[in-house]
C-alpha cells in the first residue's frame, strides 16, 4: 500500500503516520507539510512546501498512491464563515480535485468531525461547511469517498495537539478519558484506532461513505 497524508503534523495526523509506519502491509508514506517532521523511517517521504498543491503535479507520483489520508484542518473558533470555508473548504477541494483527476482509482479519506451537518443548512457554521466540503468530496468522483466524524480523540503514544487549548483539554481530563473509553468503548476514539480504521478501509474496503464514531471503532478492531 501507498500512502499520501495531508496534515501529519497534527494530532490526527500523527496518529496516522504512526500506524502506517508500524502496518507491514504500508510500502510508502509520503507526507506533504510546511515543516520538517522529526520521524525518520526507509518508508517515509517528506515534501516540505508552502504550497501544498504543487507536488502534485508529479503525475507519476500520484499515481502511485492507493489512498489519501487528509487529516488537515483548522479550528473554526475567532473566524468569519469566509474565512473559515477559504482555509477548509477551498483548500481541500482544491487538493481533492486534483488527485482525483490524476488519480480517480484512489481511496480518499477526509477527517471531518461529529455533528457535521450534512443539510448544509443548519446553525453551527463549522457543522454547515464541513458538511459542504463532505458532499462535495463524495460527488468528485473518487473510487471511494470516506468522511471520517470523530468526536473526542485521545492521543497516545506521546503524540500531542499543536493547538494549545487542545493540549491542555487533554492534560487535564486524560484519567477521565481512559476511564470513559473502558466504560463506553466507542465514545472515545485513540489516535492508534483512527490510523487503523483508515488502514482498515483502504484494505477492506467499507460499505458506509460517511462514518460516525461507532463505525470508525468497528472499523479498527477488524
Not at 510546511?34 to 517515509?44: C, F, I, M, T
Not at 469566509?82 to 482525483?100: G, M, N, P, Q, W
Not at 480518499?108 to 458532499?135: C, H, L, P, Q
Request: charged share 20%.
Amino acid at each position: 500500500m501507498r500512502v499520501l497524508i495531508y496534515g501529519a503534523s497534527g494530532m490526527v495526523g500523527q496518529g496516522v503516520l504512526r500506524e502506517c509506519m508500524k502496518a507491514k502491509d504500508v510500502e510508502t508514506v509520503t507526507v506533504i507539510v510546511r515543516s520538517p517532521l522529526p520521524d525518520q523511517h526507509p518508508g517515509l517521504e517528506q515534501v516540505v512546501t508552502d504550497d501544498l498543491i504543487s507536488p502534485l503535479a508529479d503525475v507519476s507520483a500520484a499515481g502511485n498512491w492507493d489512498a489519501c489520508f487528509f487529516c488537515l484542518g483548522v479550528s473554526a473558533s475567532g473566524l468569519s464563515e469566509e474565512d473559515y470555508s477559504r482555509l477548509t473548504f477551498k483548500l481541500t477541494l482544491d487538493i481533492a480535485s486534483h488527485l482525483v483527476r490524476l488519480n480517480p482509482a484512489m481511496t480518499f479519506i477526509y477527517v471531518s468531525g461529529a455533528g457535521t451537518d450534512s443539510s448544509e443548512a443548519g446553525r453551527s457554521m463549522w457543522a454547515r461547511v464541513k458538511g459542504k466540503i463532505e458532499n462535495t468530496l463524495l460527488g468528485l468522483g473518487f473510487a471511494s469517498a470516506l468522511m471520517f466524524r470523530p468526536a473526542i480523540i485521545q492521543p497516545l503514544d506521546g503524540i500531542r495537539s499543536k493547538t494549545a487549548a487542545y493540549r491542555i483539554f487533554y492534560t487535564v481530563l486524560s484519567p477521565f478519558l481512559s476511564i470513559l473509553k473502558r466504560l463506553f468503548p466507542d465514545s472515545v476514539l485513540t489516535t492508534e484506532e483512527m490510523g487503523k480504521a483508515m488502514l482498515n478501509a483502504v484494505r477492506y474496503g467499507c460499505s458506509k461513505h460517511v462514518l460516525e464514531k461507532e463505525d470508525i471503532s468497528l472499523l479498527a478492531r477488524k
